[in-house]
Nanobody
Framework: QVQLLESGGGLVQAGGSLRLSCAAS????????MGWFRQAPRKEREFVAV????????NYADSVRGRFTIAREYAKNTVSLQMNSLKPEDTAVYYC????????????????WGQGTQVTVSS
């Protein structure tokens, strides 16, 4: 059974940092893109960041570019999201996604999802 387990969420003040981690089990995703999405209350789930299967290509939502960094560790089958200079508008549940054959920004291209981890940024 494939599972994605996120960790690292929490409450932080504006301007602070958090590092999210997603551990995959049940299969390896070394040939798949992995990404992060988020969903705020009463909003659609939106793209945050993606890293291609080779780790060389990354892409970010305009709202987080320059503040967030996505990375992956093949040996551990994990993907992380370093979030700096956090803003109250970053408050959301953050989801790890995997299983897309390309570095897609579209949530429907991902076959596997984690349960999500809450990130709350206070002003």
């Amino acid at each position: 059974q494939v599972q994605l387990l996120e960790s690292g969420g929490g409450l932080v003040q504006a301007g602070g940092s958090l590092r999210l981690s997603c551990a995959a089990s049940g299969r390896t995703f070394s040939r798949d893109a992995m990404g992060w999405f988020r969903q705020a209350p009463r909003k659609e789930r939106e793209f945050v960041a993606v890293i291609a299967w080779n780790g060389g290509d990354t892409n970010y939502a305009d709202s987080v570019r320059g503040r967030f960094t996505i990375a992956r560790e093949y040996a551990k089958n994990t993907v992380s999201l370093q979030m700096n200079s956090l803003k109250p508008e970053d408050t959301a549940v953050y989801y790890c996604a995997a299983g897309s054959g390309w570095a897609s920004l579209n949530r429907y291209d991902y076959a596997y999802w984690g349960q999500g981890t809450q990130v709350t940024v206070s002003s």
